[in-house]
């Protein structure tokens, strides 16, 4: 029998040490891409500077290589990606998919609707002459949009099935270049899946508001459609989803399995039983033969077990 292909990825952003709920998510997507028979692919998504904690990147791959969970290749580092970047700009920019947008904050406010994640952009600058020829350099004065047209995007969630939206009315232009320079989440994401082969991406399901603009962005740069699977997302007693801000405790892996476990029933799946509580060897083999699909709870969110 042969296999499709699948390139799967955990793309961690290095502003903590791991939590269970990164932890759910490196074992969703692992799990997810062996029984696949595929790759699991690692990337640090460190774009966002400020927010990067010195030392947690090396500490999650400390950690992830203590659970077991070995990827697949280099790691790469969004923050070394930056030419990558300006290439996808430029190219969106030559096929005339974005325009400078020099609106305040306090303009957008005052003239927006609220969407699906945040403020939608009316659009004020989209047909706004501007005093910019053939290769437009954003002078970083101005952010750069996206123009979503009358694009309709479908997609198959893996856990949540069809997808529909229309991406002009419930998210409006989106950003795709800050105006200080800082390259955009979704950007940053679509050109290095692409650029690792990324076929699969199984990620929390707080990321299912940005798909449809990634599997846009896919489109505008001639690249496939990945496929998706959202998982639900780890949430503490007051419904916040575990995060440094949320105070989240670090996992240890000192009894790996054991938390492993709790990570696995977490996503519906049976726990594995081992002959210690540090036998990885044989809790990984049995856990990807058993992992399925169909007995992930179709939420978005779910408490997170009172231990962690
Ligand atoms: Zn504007």
Redo the contacts with the bound molecule.
């Keep these: 029998m042969t296999h499709p292909i699948y390139h799967g990825r955990y793309a961690p952003s290095p502003t903590g040490r791991l939590h269970f709920g990164s932890l759910v998510a490196a074992v969703g997507s692992y799990l997810d891409a062996k029984a696949h028979h595929g790759s699991w692919q690692l990337r640090i998504d460190d774009l966002d500077r400020p927010r990067i904690l010195a030392g947690a990147a090396s500490d999650i791959l400390k950690t992830l290589d203590a659970f077991g969970l070995h990827w697949d290749g280099p790691v790469v580092y969004q923050s070394t990606r930056d030419d990558a970047y300006r290439a996808a700009l430029a190219q969106l920019q030559a096929q005339h998919f974005i325009y400078p947008?020099?609106?305040s904050r306090r303009e957008i406010a005052d003239s927006a609707t609220t969407g699906r994640d945040g403020l939608i952009y009316p659009g004020?600058?989209r047909d706004k002459p501007h005093h910019q020829h053939h290769h437009t350099r954003n002078t970083h004065s101005a952010a750069l949009r996206l123009r979503t047209g009358h694009a309709h995007i479908q997609f198959e969630d893996g856990l949540f099935g069809p997808q529909h939206c229309q991406l002009e009315h419930e998210y409006g232009d989106f950003i795709v270049q800050r105006a200080d320079g800082m390259y955009a989440y979704q950007l940053a994401v679509v050109v290095d899946d692409h650029a690792q082969c990324i076929t699969d991406i199984v990620r929390g399901a707080d990321l299912l508001d940005s798909t449809p603009r990634q599997c846009y962005l896919q489109h505008c740069l001639g690249y496939p459609q990945a496929r998706y699977m959202h998982l639900p997302v780890a949430v503490n007693s007051q419904g916040e989803k575990l995060s440094k801000q949320t105070l989240a405790i670090a996992v240890s892996a000192r009894q790996p399995v054991t938390l492993l476990n709790t990570a696995l029933t977490f996503l519906g799946q049976s726990a594995i039983e081992t002959n210690d509580v540090d036998d990885l060897t044989n809790f990984w083999p049995q856990a990807i033969h058993q992992w399925q699909r169909t007995r992930i709870p179709k939420v978005r969110t779910q408490s997170a077990p009172a231990l962690v």
């Design positions: 947008c020099t609106c004020t600058c």
